[in-house]
């Protein structure tokens, strides 16, 4: 078989990099009142009253957790999330107690939210993980009875709609990214939502005394993704980039497969890092804002492939699939398949030219750096273990799905 499309590609277009370029060399990234029409727009979408952007969605985890919960109280939350958004409960004063996942979806258990809450619970904080919406009708309903916030993680999960009703419109509080690996992307770049005027307002007042966001860094960040959009450009990564990954990963070569981990060296953070409070430019708000437009079809193309992987594996008992629904609650920013050696069936495919990724997710619950914090969650283990991403984003074509689907089921003897 030919060499493969990527595993991931970035969603920003040529015409991000040509605005950035503009905008950087007519000196126009910090004017307008593009952030405002911005933070009306997604607020509009989320049927949410007010939208603060930020500059990345944790500092928004950070601004809410603080606002909602007073210092040393518990926070809720999974443990298959990045380990700096368990960082931003801990620099917001909370204690974060980690609630175990369901397999199937890889998001909060109710039924261990409903558990764990007691008279010292300041908030539940849920991920929305893989753009797959959690079972709100009973967290909303645990919440509210215990009269705990919550707040929703939807990083993942922009324009996912459960029932009907926008994800991060469910509780006091919502979290939006707008990082590189998003389907809506400034480079850089969040929003924290909510219905009350007074956390709003008195949010929005901390934020105007913060300074725009770094200049090198931002450029940086545009630099890393240029280079990650050129090499996973088609031509590219067929001719090159392929094929260096291929044979790390056949020959366990580490320092060029831990090229693509992210969150590697996780450590605890007490205090909030003074550059995660800064201001998001203009530019940034212009260049996501741009982007919406495209968000509905984008969803639509992944929920096709994904419902091609779920047909195409179903019936492969060894497999854990996520549940398939088609009424847009379930966004799948990748397909997650979970598969106890995960190792031996990723190597199968790469064998067979076939590029997935192993998701790197830990389970924070049991990381070194919190353990202090350490609950077992046997589940969260498991999915941190085993999780497997098939590509379903939409400039992977519909062939490649299926030849994925191929390999998989003759791993499987199928
Ligand atoms: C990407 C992501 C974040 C962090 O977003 P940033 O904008 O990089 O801070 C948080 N939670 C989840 C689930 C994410 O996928």
């Not at 800064?278 to 492939?305: F, G, H, T, W």
């Not at 590029?355 to 202090?372: G, I, M, P, T």
């Amino acid at each position: 078989m030919a060499a493969p499309l990527p595993r991931f590609r970035i969603y920003t277009r040529p015409k991000s990099y040509a605005q950035e370029l503009l905008e950087w060399v007519t000196v126009r990234t910090h004017v307008g009142e593009a952030i405002q029409e911005f933070e009306r727009a997604v607020a509009e979408r989320i049927q949410m009253p007010h939208g603060l952007a930020t500059p990345t969605a944790r500092t928004g985890i950070y601004l809410a957790v603080r606002h909602l919960i007073k210092p040393g109280q518990k926070v809720i939350l999974s443990p298959i999330t990045i380990s700096d958004v368990v960082n931003m409960v801990l620099c917001a004063g909370g204690i974060p107690v980690f609630a175990d996942v369901k397999r199937e979806t890889c998001n909060i258990d109710p039924d261990e939210i409903e558990r764990l809450i007691d008279e010292n619970t300041g908030a539940v904080l849920i991920t929305h993980l893989h753009g797959l919406a959690s079972d709100m009708d009973r967290i909303v309903e645990i919440c509210r009875k215990k009269n705990i916030p919550l707040i929703e993680d939807c990083a993942q999960a922009f324009s996912s709609r459960y029932k009907g009703k926008p994800v991060g419109s469910f509780g006091a509080a919502s979290v939006f990214s707008f990082g590189m690996y998003k389907n809506v992307n400034s480079f850089y770049g969040g929003m924290v939502l909510t219905r009350d005027a007074g956390m709003y307002e008195s949010l929005r007042a901390e934020r105007e005394t913060w300074p725009f966001q770094d200049a090198s860094l931002h450029i940086r960040k545009v630099l890393h993704a240029f280079a990650t959009d050129i090499s996973t450009h088609p031509l590219v990564f067929r001719s090159f980039t392929f094929w260096l990954f291929r044979y790390a990963f056949l020959n366990n070569i580490d320092r060029i497969n831990k090229m693509v981990i992210v969150d590697q060296d996780p450590q605890a953070k007490e205090k909030i890092p003074t550059d995660y409070l800064c201001r998001m430019r203009p530019m940034q708000a212009r260049i996501c804002l741009s982007q919406l437009e495209n968000v509905e079809k984008y969803n639509s193309m992944r929920i096709d492939r994904s419902k091609l992987y779920y047909e195409g594996l179903k019936d492969i008992p060894e497999l854990i699939l996520p549940p398939m629904h088609l009424d847009g609650s379930h966004l799948y920013t990748y397909y997650p398949i979970q598969y106890k050696d995960r190792h031996a069936l990723a190597k199968h495919a790469m064998r067979h030219n076939r590029d997935f990724v192993l998701s790197h997710y830990h389970n924070c619950a049991a990381l070194e750096c919190f353990k202090k914090y350490f609950r077992s969650c046997p589940n969260a283990d498991a999915v941190s273990k085993e999780l497997i991403y098939l590509p379903s984003y939409p400039r992977y074509s519909v062939s490649e799905v299926e030849k994925n689907i191929k390999v998989i089921r003759a791993f499987f003897g199928k």
